[in-house]
């Protein structure tokens, strides 16, 4: 359906910012909804942030909200996460997901999203 391609982690120090990106191929993007999830070892995947491509409305989770941009390219069909003041609970495997999502209420839950793509890490050190 949807092809999903991560990039933009990597190992930086507490404080830094990281962006990371997502780089959507294949159907149209209509009625769909992208967003981050992630996961540490030995947690259980979590809810980051979400938007939805039509109408560009955004989604965060309580740990991320107020330090963490998510939004989106139409053109580049690219969505991004600006994440700063990173601390190193932010460490995880980050994955882009997307899906067609109907219920505001259910874009943090990450069996409604039928995309998902590899994954990319992110490191923060003490």
């Known amino acids: 359906q949807v092809q999903l391609v991560e990039s933009g982690g990597g190992l930086v120090q507490a404080g830094a910012s990281l962006r990371l990106s997502c780089a959507a191929s294949g159907r149209t993007l209509s009625n769909y909804v992208m967003g981050w999830f992630r996961q540490a070892p030995g947690k259980e995947r979590s809810f980051v942030a979400a938007?939805?491509?039509?109408?560009?409305?955004?989604y965060y989770a309580d740990s991320v909200q107020g330090r963490s941009t998510i939004s989106r390219d139409t053109a580049k069909r690219t969505m991004y996460l600006q994440m700063n003041s990173l601390k190193p609970e932010d460490t995880a495997v980050y994955y882009c997901?997307?899906?067609?999502?109907?219920?505001?209420?259910?874009?943090?839950?990450?069996?409604?999203?039928?995309?998902w793509g590899q994954g990319t890490q992110v490191t923060v050190s003490s």
């Open positions: 938007i939805a491509w039509s109408g560009g409305s955004t």
């Open positions: 997901a997307g899906g067609i999502i109907l219920r505001r209420n259910a874009v943090g839950l990450s069996d409604r999203y039928a995309d």
